[in-house]
């Protein structure tokens, strides 16, 4: 069985541009997740789908950010315009609802914002 | 202030030498506590969690852990490193009614030396 896998592995853009992130959970698990950890800080939560819908977005830093779950399935993480701060390691980990306690995680897509 | 902390950043052990990596919180309610392992090139792996019972508990590895209340901790051990445990060990907490929500701590780098 397919692990959680995340799209690009590796992106570098300029300041100013666009990049799309995207996660691919285990098939079935309706809960998903993104987390973001940027240089020498702590992990952080930016949300949590449930199916299509946003059950928490409380730790998106601010509008340049856009998730989206079309259809429940993939995610996709949307950085419009990238700004230095927003450089780090973005990780996705999904769970199935009913089950508690373990979150599978995606390597992470590292974000270079020059 | 709600936090996890690990104090230690970096730890150096010899293969085959006992390991503890330390966690405290400080939160007004005890949380559910969770290590996660994240080795070279891969995605954060649950190791082990505690909800509530005994406050040992087995995880994958070889690893346990300890909750103590009266000291807010949760320490991690392994009696006897091997070198592929060399990885990057996070602890979390998070609540009963968001448990996918994770608070990470910082991170404790794990080098294992021949």
């Known amino acids: 069985e397919a692990g959680v896998t995340q799209f690009p592995s590796h992106s570098v853009i300029e300041k100013g541009q666009t990049v799309t992130l995207r996660c691919d959970p285990i098939?079935?698990?309706?809960?998903l997740y993104w987390y973001r950890r940027v240089m020498g800080k702590e992990i952080k939560f930016l949300l949590h789908?449930?199916?299509?819908?946003?059950?928490?977005e409380s730790g998106m830093p601010n509008n340049r950010f856009l998730a989206e779950r079309t259809g429940g399935t993939y995610s996709t993480l949307k950085v419009q315009p990238a700004e230095l701060e927003d450089s780090g390691v973005y990780f996705c980990a999904s769970s199935l609802t009913g089950a508690t306690g373990e979150l599978f995680f995606g390597e992470g897509s590292r974000l270079t914002v020059l | 202030a709600q936090s996890v902390t690990q104090p230690d950043i970096h730890i150096t052990v010899s293969e085959g030498a006992s390991l503890e990596l330390r966690c405290n919180y400080s939160?007004?309610?005890?949380?559910?506590l969770f290590w996660y392992v994240q080795s070279p090139g891969q995605g954060l792996q649950l190791l082990l969690k505690y909800f509530s019972g005994d406050t040992l508990v087995q995880g994958i590895k070889g690893f346990e852990a300890e909750f103590k209340r009266s000291q807010s901790s949760f320490n991690l051990r392994k009696p006897s490193v091997h070198w592929s445990d060399a990885a990057e060990y996070f602890c979390?907490?998070?609540?009963?009614?968001?448990?996918?929500?994770?608070?990470f701590g910082a991170g404790t780098q794990v080098v294992v030396t021949p």
């Open positions: 979390a907490v998070a609540f009963y009614d968001s448990w996918g929500k994770l608070q």
């Open positions: 939160y007004g309610a005890t949380p559910y």
């Open positions: 789908f449930v199916k299509e819908s946003k059950q928490d």
């Open positions: 098939s079935g698990h309706d809960n």
